[in-house]
């Protein structure tokens, strides 16, 4: 049998084997279908049967959703009845069809084509927020308009592979979180896709990006789903299945071998306890990051709830968002850090003007500050949240001593007007700042008195440090964590918040390689936040070294001359004293 191989974007890793469910795709077309006038009373109610049968959908998806992935995913469906309610689409929808004569598909298509053109135009907010969810509910009632083969929430996925063009929001929140899902493919969507996110945070391998899979398959094929490489096999021979068979059962050793490690206490040679932390974008990742023997959320990256959804959120939606984070999370630590966006990351939500120098911008803190109701509504979501005491706050891209004094403001004007209406918070949820301008790591020993904590970010502080746009491949050999001003830097941050008895975490990717790690375990740290599958590597690491040794050899190093002398001078001094702390498992050992 022929087979075909096709290569996408690995988005959640994973091998799995199994046979395809294809997603309708629904296509509004330009394309106007007529009806005889004697038949528009007919459309007319085919178009009230589809609404009635999308808003009881709706409503069950919603309570359904609800149950099965907390209220924060429940709201798009709120939102959703409300635009379904809304009698400007819908007696648009019956005057289009009443006076052209058409087909509702045809009705519904005019109606998304126009919303397609005016939203990008439009100065109106409100509307220009609503674009995603207006075309998840035109294309729900599309799907109503007749009650044949389609994929509906009761639909069992278990033991199959999702094959779609793309999915809505809504459609992956209900289709993913219902469980059961081998693999997601799509012909559509990036890393950052809120489809991606999801299959990652409930480790469902997918692979994205694969441009026309929905055309290539049909229903019932057998397909191979490499989320790891980002491959897709259709319908493989024996030999290729014998292949899978095996790369399938490394795969599967390495993840055990990893949960293992997982279970470690984490403890140097030499007896010092340290703390990994999960960096992570989305509540529903708290189980697989305590799996992977995280110690709490040491970054929370609230930015991606605007990323996920088309509206603006609300303090509600906000709330229901960290509360569970912190629910789920408890008695560990979660550490929420304010919106960091603006720069590069525009959001459709929110008209922000492009900038000729983005990452020197206007981002994280400094859009916050200049958009004080979107984060006083966010202050007042996490302070509601911290009722249990788990709840730190971080703050990104400082710069300066004044904006911890407005920050300050905001918080006690937040936590008087949720006293005053009775709403319970944590009165001491510790304020900590991101070091990730060198100017603030700079002041570390002055802002160290100011504030709570502080979590070092070294992806964005390197970059400015060392003058280094990392995705940038002209100069990207020049971003070196291990140079050795990033190292005086790091160690001046790392005393200066020791000194007076503050926490310090670092939170960039830094800390999830393993050589870095033990050197800045070597300059004091020992609270390291990563992504959660490097845990185990990390913890493996820092539990084969002793601090006694690597910080007289770090203190060494740091008189070195260069990045290059230094990883040199780490090795020789320590890879053989130590080896199991570089000796690491992967995928395919
Ligand atoms: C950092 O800059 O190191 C960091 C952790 O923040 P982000 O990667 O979200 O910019
Ligand atoms: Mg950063």
Redesign the pocket.
């Known amino acids: 049998m022929d087979y075909l191989r096709l290569r996408g974007i690995g988005v959640s890793p994973g091998i799995v084997m199994g046979p395809v469910v294809l997603a309708d795709r629904t296509l509004f077309s330009s394309r106007k279908i007529y009806v005889p006038p004697y038949r528009v009373a007919d459309e007319i109610e085919r178009l009230n049967e589809a609404l009635r049968r999308t808003r009881d959908e709706i409503t069950i998806i919603k309570d359904q959703v609800r149950a099965m992935a907390g209220d924060e995913h429940a709201f798009i469906f709120e939102a959703h009845l409300l635009i379904l309610q809304d009698p400007a689409l819908t007696s648009g929808l019956e005057r289009l069809i009443r006076e052209e004569n058409i087909r509702t598909e045809s009705a519904l298509s005019e109606v998304h084509e126009y919303y397609r053109r005016v939203f990008d135009a439009i100065a109106d907010e409100y509307i220009r927020q609503r674009k995603a969810d207006v075309t998840d509910v035109l294309t729900r009632i599309y799907r109503n308009l007749d009650a044949g083969e389609k994929l509906s929430v009761s639909d069992d996925l278990r033991g199959k592979i999702l094959v779609a063009h793309d999915l809505l929001p809504s459609e992956a929140a209900i289709r993913l979180s219902q469980g059961g899902v081998l693999a997601v493919v799509l012909d559509m969507g990036g890393p950052t896709s809120h489809a991606a996110i999801l299959a990652r945070s409930l480790d469902i391998p997918t692979v994205v990006g694969l441009r026309d899979i929905t055309q290539q398959v049909t229903a019932g094929d057998e397909l191979i789903v490499d989320g790891t490489d980002g491959e897709v096999i259709v319908n493989p021979p024996q030999m290729i299945r014998r292949e899978f068979q095996s790369k399938k059962a490394k795969y599967e050793a390495y993840r055990k071998e990893l949960r293992r490690i997982a279970t470690w206490t984490p403890v140097t040679l030499d007896g010092v306890r340290f703390v990994p932390m999960a960096?992570i974008e989305l509540p529903e990742e708290v189980g697989h990051a305590l799996s992977y023997g995280a110690e709490g959320v040491g970054?929370f990256?609230s930015?991606f709830i605007y990323l996920q959804r088309a509206t603006l959120p609300t303090e509600e939606e906000h709330f229901a968002i960290y509360d569970r984070l912190a629910r789920d999370v408890f008695p560990r630590p979660v550490y929420i850090?304010t919106i960091?966006i603006g720069g590069e990351k525009t959001l459709p939500q929110l008209k922000i003007e492009a900038e000729p120098n983005p990452a020197l911008g206007l981002r994280?803190i400094r859009f916050s500050l200049q958009n004080r109701e979107l984060f006083r509504v966010q202050i007042r979501a996490i302070l509601r949240a911290s009722v249990r005491k788990n709840v730190r706050v971080i703050i990104?891209m400082i710069t300066e001593m004044e904006e911890i004094g407005e920050i300050r403001v905001l918080f006690r004007e937040a936590r008087e007007e949720l006293s005053a209406q009775g709403l319970g918070f944590d009165p001491s949820v510790p304020l900590g700042i991101?070091i990730?301008v060198p100017a603030a790591a700079a002041i570390a020993d002055l802002l160290a008195r100011e504030v709570d904590f502080f979590?070092?970010?070294?992806?964005?502080?390197?970059?400015y440090f060392l003058a280094v746009d990392r995705s940038n491949e002209y100069v990207s050999y020049l971003y070196k964590p291990l140079h050795p001003a990033a190292l005086r830097l790091l160690k001046h941050v790392i005393v200066s918040a020791d000194r007076l008895g503050k926490d310090v975490a670092?939170?960039?990717?830094?800390a999830a390689d393993p050589l870095a790690a033990v050197v800045l375990l070597g300059l004091g740290l020992r609270t390291f936040?990563m992504n959660p599958i490097f845990i185990p590597r990390i913890k493996k690491a820092l539990r084969a070294v002793e601090v006694r040794v690597v910080r007289r050899v770090v203190q060494k190093a740091m008189n070195l001359r260069s990045a290059q002398e230094v990883e040199e001078f780490i090795i020789e001094k320590l890879l053989f004293k130590y080896p199991d702390a570089f000796l690491m498992t992967s995928p395919s050992s």
């Open positions: 960096n970054l990256r930015e850090r960091d994280a990104p991101m990730e979590s070092i970010g070294t992806n964005d502080l390197l970059q670092l939170c960039g990717e830094m936040s």
